[in-house]
């Protein structure tokens, strides 16, 4: 009874989306298994982050503090688990900058998700998350970003954007931006669409005789693509994108 008392609920902003029965045969302590990060003053750290694995919940939880004039730059793919789960908390120093390049695949009935909250406390500093999600299946895909932007944080720059791709009947997708803002000069934007493969492109490339599965592979590609395009490091964008192609392979 304990146990279940300790586990997140859907009444958790945070938990609105996910799968709760996959949490049932979780121990407790998962919940409080953070990775913390810290990126010193001046400097760069990069992460590519694979969210795999069958059954039940498969979850990466990380708190990362980004100092004055740093970057921390995450490439991350969710794709395993009944739950499958990415969570980041990110704190900005002055001048510090965050990127996420996120993609969520998954059908059947599984539930893949990422949950960022960014904390813009200091002026001057940028991020800027991109999410990507495909689904099929009953599969669900979720984004929930939050962002706070404290009273001294002049001058933040903060954007989210999320496409959800649906390449099934009965798969479903949700995004859920929360903006907090206490500054008065500051950028901050996000935009969410969902839809499915485009007909017209889809005409175009079958005129000129393309297979259907090599049109919705190239289709796919390109939209996931998106999510890699502001990654700075070359190596890893094709790695992120190399990844979730082949667990696409693996579906067809």
């Keep these: 009874m304990t146990d279940s008392i300790l586990l997140p609920t859907r009444k958790d902003e945070a938990w609105r989306y996910s799968d709760i029965d996959a949490l049932q045969d979780s ?31 498969q979850m990466r939880r990380l708190r990362i503090a980004i100092e004055e004039g740093a970057r921390a730059e995450i490439a991350a793919l969710v794709a395993g688990g009944q739950l499958g ?9 002055e001048g510090a900058h965050f990127e996420l390049g996120g993609i969520t695949l998954g059908g059947g009935d599984t539930t893949r998700e990422i949950v960022t909250r960014l904390a813009h406390e200091k002026p001057d500093a940028t991020s800027n998350q991109t999410v990507r999600s495909v689904h099929w299946g009953k599969g669900t895909g979720n984004f929930l970003g939050r ?5 001294d944080a002049q001058k933040t720059d903060a954007a989210q954007s999320f496409k959800g791709l649906l390449l099934e009947k009965g798969a479903s997708v949700n995004s859920v931006p929360q903006l907090e803002i206490y500054a008065d000069d500051v950028k901050c934007a996000h935009g969410a669409t969902v839809g ?19 049109i919705r592979r190239l289709l796919v590609q390109a939209f996931i693509g998106d999510a890699t395009r502001e990654l700075a490091d070359e190596a890893t964008r094709e ?5 979730a192609l082949a667990k696409l392979e693996e579906r067809a």
Excluded at 30 to 37: G, K, R, S
Excluded at 85 to 93: C, D, K, Q, S, Y
Excluded at 147 to 151: E, S
């Design 196 to 214: 499915q493969l485009d007909e017209s492109a889809r005409f175009y490339m079958a005129a000129r005789g393309l297979p259907p599965e090599t």
């Design 239 to 243: 790695t992120l994108l190399e990844k």
């Design 147 to 151: 962002i706070d932007v404290a009273r």
């Design 85 to 93: 789960r990415l969570e980041v908390v990110v704190t900005l120093a």
């Design 27 to 57: 121990a407790p302590e998962t919940f409080e298994a953070w990775e913390d990060v810290r990126v010193a003053k001046g400097e760069t750290w990069r992460d590519l982050i694979i969210v795999d694995g069958e059954e039940g919940l």
